[in-house]
């Protein structure tokens, strides 16, 4: 298994051993405001033919789902960005833990050795902001996918050129 792959695949199970429960939290919010977008794409569809049709019953009608629909993605994004803090404060806690209990088990000769201290001191300073920063990344990434495919059926629908053409300008940003 490559080393990328090895990477993921351990930082997810760390992720589920600290906090599990949060992270199915998480995937739901996450795909709830990944759906959004699309939701209000529609309503907004909706809410122009009303105009032009002249239906003013189902505009106000339209008008106040679309609200509903902003206000509940507000909603999720309050408790997707709690969510987030409270996993990365698991994810420090759980890594934190994981280093101590792995210098404990270590012989005297680890900590006078200067590279083994570098290391150390490094992981323990940087468990600050890492797992915050892993478990961020991996929400955004996640959700821009979702988006992505949501966005990609819609416009299947329209045309296969413009479905190419947001594939490729999709590709460069997968890549990086």
Known sequence: MPLKERTIS?????????SGKETVFSVIILILRSLLPLAVLFLIKHYVDGITTGEIDGVIWLVGVLVATLLADDILSAWGGYASR?????????????IHRRSAS????YFEDPVFHDLLSRAVRDISWRPAGLVSDAVLLARGAVSFLAMAVV???FSLVALGVLILAFLPVLWI
């Open 106 to 109: 270590l012989g005297l000769k």
């Open 86 to 98: 409270r996993q990365g404060y698991l994810l420090e806690k759980h890594i934190a833990s994981l």
């Open 10 to 18: 351990r930082s997810v199970k760390l992720l589920l051993d600290s």
């Open 155 to 157: 416009l299947s629908k």
